[in-house]
């Protein structure tokens, strides 16, 4: 009934995502040919460390150091980009593309820094390119932007995307543990890599952020456009305090549209503990995600790690070839509307946790108190501790109700300069 | 850059589900016209109820009593179907799909009880049928089965899966209400009807698990291979015993296969409360897969109401009218494995929570331990507690280890008929 004998795969990276791609169309090649309605091929893998393809045990036939050799090969129908990286991922999609040949990808960075580009060379070349596997690996998450909430408008996402930052708050909020140790922890682990800035500084979510801002939002949101914040300021203080006050700590990739202006932002947030997303721990991923004819709909799965990746990197392939096989053209549709605004994070809305040490004297609370009413800021509750009598230092912690940013970042100024105030030694956005 | 200048709706029934549908297809035109690439126009209503039509403010030429005139209107490309029910909507389901068209679905009953039998019909006709209204509301989870999951092995399913039932269940958990109190409060917001048996009694949760087992598992799952029990048999004393050994007790839709062996069940369930699912609360639903790739993967929002159902069901809509105006063919494929078997429920493995009523003497739980001992049962807990001393009576709570359900019934026989047992008040399997 199909079309074709079998379809060709060409793989470029035999990295953590390419060997479980490699690994999976191996092992269920005949599940996959029944899916497809003919087999799938691998014909070519580039991979420049021989080691890597020595130790895959494949076919060393199938190997080779030279990506044209790969993207040029008149047999290979998709190629699946699992390099990771900027360069020269994106030339090696373009190149692939520009022959003619659909494209599979898994990479965040490339796509949230090309993404318009990248679909509109799709369109022109009449070819197709997937990338669920680029946000929250084997979870569902693209396709349903593109599809299944399509009725909707989209006013809000909220987002666990990487599972590194998760995995260390969850040890910091369940152990007790500073965030140098967790750190230290999750590169035991293999979960948090020997240099970790991408993760802990919210890159990596941010660039997810900017896939999941475009699709939901119908609007170009690049990674430049995302307020970054990490989670390396956070201490062990700040999550006893958390739980004090009956929230959980999580890095959150956060979206939000409202007439027609987007706010897109990734930093450390305080979720009210009965929420199911502030329930979600260890290296899980969840997004929530709200619409206006859906309510909110939350997904959750496993974000990163060799098989959850390949599961969404073989689902796209799969999706391809069935087509490829039916003799059916499909390229992408990414309709972008150039009016929308993506608002700075100064005139964003929130309530705020405030951490200060003070001099232990009364009149200190007035004294901060009178800053934040004078910058329009109410108080929701205070803790007041003595932290260390000795030393004349005690610690405030403030809630505050919802205030603009860039009153809060006034007062916080104003209030680090008040002669009692030794320091501002945290303050985290809260989301209810 | 379309082939049409519109895609002509037919709609069969103007109920909640129907009338939602109409409502987002009307007021978000533009958009779906946008989406689709050419003007979404609903032609033909199918309603009786002339007082229903009159309310919806529609143009009244839109609406017929005779289905002919809307299953047969050539202008129409796609029929939904909103009536509920097995008849006469299978009929007008067939006729539709013998007279060209695609058919967009919300009906869990007529899918679960023809599924095969559709699937066939529309691939022979060169149409498609889409029904992802058919569970979970607008919560993506047909497009899950049948796209991005489609690389794993699905190993297991545990959903929440009917809200009304999920709703009685968190009042009676919350607020101690008996099942009685709880279905009455039900009743009266709206979330039960005024006959709920098919609710509370699993139906309901049954015909969603016979088509998702279905899709999971490649094989022909029917309503009648689902092993069924509801939730009337709860008391607020099973919700206080759970509470104190850490459960949370949910009806439970589960299918799992092992060994091309496929165990379908619908029954209330003891689960850890510190699993996600068992923190689904009121009438949110949540779905939980296992696959062999990518793990544990979890899709959670409102599987009901007009909104969230008419979401699923326009995107269908969508789906479908982009591809008729790309002049692209596609119909369902649906491979089934006729070798896999069903396992009855006297076969399958878990562990039980069991209560009894017993008189307030030494020795009865030994006597109980003995029959459960000779059955191969063994204890994990026990809870014994003085219920009413003046009447001689006793109250025994035992947590077993897994055992199976045929040994379980066979002891339960045995300890029915010791003299010093009064009752067995009620047994509930457990999920770890």
């Known amino acids: ?3 074709r004998e079998s379809i060709g795969i060409g793989l470029l990276g035999l990295g953590v995502v390419g060997g479980g791609v490699a690994k999976a169309l191996m092992e269920r090649a005949e599940a996959l040919a029944a899916q497809v309605g003919c087999p799938l091929c691998l014909r070519k893998i580039l991979e420049k460390d021989l080691a890597k393809a020595r130790a895959s045990k494949m076919d060393t036939a199938l190997f080779t150091t030279d990506p044209a050799e790969v993207i040029g090969d008149p047999d290979i129908d998709i190629i699946i980009e699992a390099l990771g990286g900027e360069r020269p991922a994106l030339d090696f999609i373009k190149e692939a593309m520009g022959r003619g040949k659909h494209v599979v990808t898994s990479n965040k960075e490339v796509l949230a820094k090309h993404f318009p580009e990248l679909l509109s060379l799709a369109k022109e070349k009449g070819v197709d390119i997937l990338y669920e596997a680029s946000v929250g690996g084997g979870i569902p998450l693209i396709a349903p932007f593109k599809q299944d909430l399509l009725a909707n408008k989209i006013s809000a996402i909220y987002a666990i995307i990487n599972g590194t930052t998760n995995y260390i708050l969850t040890r910091m909020a369940s152990e007790g543990l500073d965030f140098s140790s967790a750190l230290k922890q999750a590169q035991k682990l293999g979960y948090a890599e020997a240099d970790p800035t991408n993760d802990i500084e919210g890159i990596d979510a941010a660039y997810k952020l900017a896939i999941l801002a475009t ?14 914040e990490g989670i390396s300021r956070l201490s062990s203080r700040d999550f006893r305090y958390a739980r004090e006050l009956g929230y959980e700590i999580k890095l959150l990739a956060i979206a939000k549209e409202k007439d027609a202006s987007i706010e897109v932002r990734v930093h450390p947030v305080f979720l009210p503990e009965d929420l199911l997303l502030a329930k979600v721990d260890g290296v899980y991923n969840a997004v929530q995600v709200e619409g206006d004819l859906v309510g909110r709909v939350l997904f959750y799965g496993q974000g990163a790690g060799a098989a959850p990746t390949s599961s969404a990197v073989v689902a796209d392939v799969i999706n391809i070839a069935r087509r490829i096989n039916l003799g059916v053209t499909i390229t992408p549709t990414l309709r972008l509307d150039p009016t929308k605004k993506i608002k700075p994070i100064s005139e964003i809305e929130t309530r705020y946790y405030l951490r200060m040490s003070t001099v232990d004297r ?18 929701s509750s205070v803790i007041q501790k003595e932290s260390d009598v000795s030393a004349d230092v005690a610690e405030i912690v403030l809630m505050t109700y919802p205030a603009q940013e860039r009153a809060m970042q006034k007062a916080m100024g104003e209030i680090e300069r008040l002669d009692v105030v030794r320091e501002i030694s945290n303050f985290v956005r809260v989301e209810d």
Chains 1, 2 share one sequence.
């Open 1 to 3: 009934m199909g079309k």
């Open 362 to 379: 009364p009149g200190v609370l007035a004294k901060i108190s009178k800053i934040l009413g004078d910058n329009l800021i109410s108080i």
């Open 215 to 228: 699709l939901a939002f119908h609007t170009e949101v690049r990674p430049q456009d995302v307020y970054c």
